[in-house]
């Protein structure tokens, strides 16, 4: 039985899970003024968020940050899954930054100096993307194994 994920995937799926996992853990006791700021700020790029209560968007939020660090870094999960995921977060942040006036230059993608910081979130994006793509190749060799044994065993 082949492992869920490579190798050389661990490095990726460790780090990055490290540091959302305590992203998350950081955001469990956020008081009502840091809830309403990161609620205001997510809110302004996704309006459909404005009608979510500040504190409760931090804790789903928090939960979710926790149970995405947690998956990446543990083995059992499958790359493409825990890939899956941290593509959905680094395309919700990249399209946090890409909606934020005052990120990015306007016209262009180049980040401002307030938008260095939440730029840097687009490597999240790379970085599930990378694992998605690492899991389907794997999938698709252990495939082909199985297609190559079944044509072998109906040869003979």
């Given at each position: 039985?082949s492992?869920?994920?490579?190798?050389?995937?661990?490095p990726?799926?460790?780090?990055?899970?490290?540091?959302?996992?305590?992203s998350g853990?950081?955001?469990?006791g956020?008081?009502?003024?840091?809830?309403a700021g990161?609620h205001?700020m997510?809110?302004?790029a996704?309006?459909?968020?404005?009608?979510?209560?500040?504190?409760?968007?931090?804790?789903?939020?928090?939960?979710s940050?926790?149970?995405?660090?947690?998956?990446?870094?543990?083995p059992?999960v499958?790359?493409?899954?825990?890939?899956?995921g941290?593509t959905a977060?680094?395309?919700?942040?990249t399209?946090?930054?890409?909606?934020?006036?005052?990120?990015?230059?306007?016209?262009?993608v180049?980040?401002?100096?307030?938008?260095t910081?939440?730029?840097?979130?687009?490597?999240?994006l790379?970085?599930?993307?990378?694992?998605v793509?690492?899991?389907?190749?794997?999938?698709?060799?252990?495939?082909?194994?199985?297609?190559?044994?079944?044509m072998?065993?109906?040869?003979?």
């Amino acid at each position: 039985m082949s492992m869920p994920f490579r190798v050389s995937d661990l490095p990726l799926r460790l780090i990055t899970g490290a540091f959302i996992l305590n992203s998350g853990l950081n955001k469990r006791g956020a008081d009502e003024e840091a809830a309403a700021g990161m609620h205001g700020m997510a809110a302004n790029a996704y309006p459909f968020l404005g009608k979510v209560d500040p504190v409760t968007f931090v804790k789903v939020l928090s939960a979710s940050e926790i149970a995405l660090g947690a998956a990446l870094m543990l083995p059992v999960v499958p790359s493409r899954l825990a890939g899956a995921g941290l593509t959905a977060f680094g395309g919700a942040l990249t399209g946090l930054y890409l909606r934020t006036p005052g990120m990015h230059e306007e016209g262009g993608v180049r980040p401002t100096e307030e938008g260095t910081g939440l730029a840097k979130d687009s490597w999240l994006l790379g970085a599930g993307l990378s694992l998605v793509l690492s899991g389907c190749a794997q999938e698709w060799k252990h495939q082909l194994k199985q297609r190559r044994r079944k044509m072998r065993k109906q040869a003979h």
